[in-house]
């Protein structure tokens, strides 16, 4: 389509069934009878990759990207929300609703905390001097429990307790050596971890369990991992 970069960054069903992809130029577009469709907007796109799209509880859409901060989509408007909007960094790498209703956001400088209320957006901040290990977050997954699991550029995976606002660094994870984390799937028992220098790896929420590594699969080396999912079997 016009001005869609072939490059897909990301991929997003909401809860209407409805397909959404970002692109690394910016470009956000649906996916309508198989075609991909811009969405009308009176501002501009980013011009930064989109790096996930969320929903949140009322149906509004929230669009993280690396540069440009988050864009926030409601009512066929996109808003931009940005250092001047209270983000204390640009380069976002992800988002997750959490089960409070806010949306996390995982940034060069901590978590941004975004609430949208009577048409006002107002942000918050979770950083190292409230408990999180790390400056740098690249992933965060809600369990639906009451948890955010939060992938880490240094400092492996932690857990954060919503209610609580406390958060728990697993034991297989005390003295991290395996670098950057790019992606979080969970299971019944644990998690699939997919590391930037260390393969595919397995965390079972057991904390008498060890890490299982994957890095070699058909006698090929596999080290970087992106991204991990499952399928329905």
Not at 31 to 36: A, I, R
């Amino acid at each position: 389509i016009n001005h869609f970069d072939n490059n897909v960054s990301t991929v997003f069903m909401d809860s209407k069934g409805r397909i959404w992809v970002g692109s690394k130029n910016g470009r956000i577009a649906t996916l309508v009878n198989n075609e991909l469709k811009l969405i009308i907007t009176s501002l501009p796109f980013p011009k930064r990759p989109v790096t996930e799209i969320v929903e949140d509880f009322a149906g509004n859409f929230w669009m993280s990207t690396a540069g440009e901060g988050v864009y926030f989509y409601a009512d066929n408007k996109l808003k931009h929300i940005g250092i001047a909007e209270g983000l204390t960094n640009e380069y976002a790498y992800c988002a997750a609703i959490g089960n409070d209703g806010k949306v996390y956001v995982g940034t060069d400088d901590g978590i941004a905390i975004c609430t949208s209320k009577n048409s006002t957006i107002s942000v918050e901040r979770l950083d190292q001097k409230k408990g999180l290990p790390d400056k740098i977050v690249r992933k965060i997954v809600n369990d639906n429990a009451g948890n955010l699991w939060i992938g880490m550029q240094d400092k492996g995976i932690c857990k954060y307790t919503i209610s609580q606002g406390t958060f728990t660094i697993p034991k297989q994870f005390e003295n991290w050596s395996l670098g950057q984390i790019n992606a979080l799937k969970k299971e019944k028992s644990g998690w699939w971890i997919a590391t930037d220098e260390s393969g595919l790896l397995f965390f079972d929420e057991n904390p008498a369990v060890a890490l299982s590594i994957y890095k070699r699969f058909n006698n090929l080396d596999f080290i970087r991992v992106n991204n991990v999912c499952a399928d329905n079997e």
